[in-house]
């Protein structure tokens, strides 16, 4: 059975880090493209970035570009997300998501990221 489990969330202060963490397992991890996305109260799930082809490659959508920084350790079937420089606006619940070589597409439940002074 596929799992995903995302922590590493929390309250954080304008300008600090986290490092969100995603521990998988059920399937062939370091064959899997993983993503982070992001969903704010209100608004639309939307993507952060991605790890594919083992981790050699990654992407970012342009907000992310800077000060997240995705990474991954395939011996221990855990994806990461590096956030600094925090801004009220990175406030969202952040989802772990796996898209499998059966082309198959699995969600984890959230982590919460709260910025605020």
């Not at 342009?62 to 395939?74: E, L, M, P, Q, W």
Request: charged share 15%.
């Amino acid at each position: 059975q596929v799992q995903l489990v995302e922590s590493g969330g929390g309250l954080v202060q304008p300008g600090g880090s986290l490092r969100l963490s995603c521990a998988a397992s059920g399937f062939d991890f370091s064959r899997a493209a993983m993503s982070w996305y992001r969903q704010a109260p209100g608004q639309v799930r939307e993507f952060v970035a991605s790890s594919f082809s083992g981790g050699r490659k990654t992407n970012y959508v342009d907000f992310a570009k800077g000060r997240f920084t995705i990474s991954r350790v395939n011996a221990n079937n855990t994806l990461y997300l590096q956030i600094t420089n925090l801004k009220p606006e990175d406030t969202a619940v952040y989802y772990c998501n796996a898209h499998t070589i059966n082309d198959v597409a699995y969600w984890g439940q959230g982590t919460q990221v709260t910025v605020s002074s």
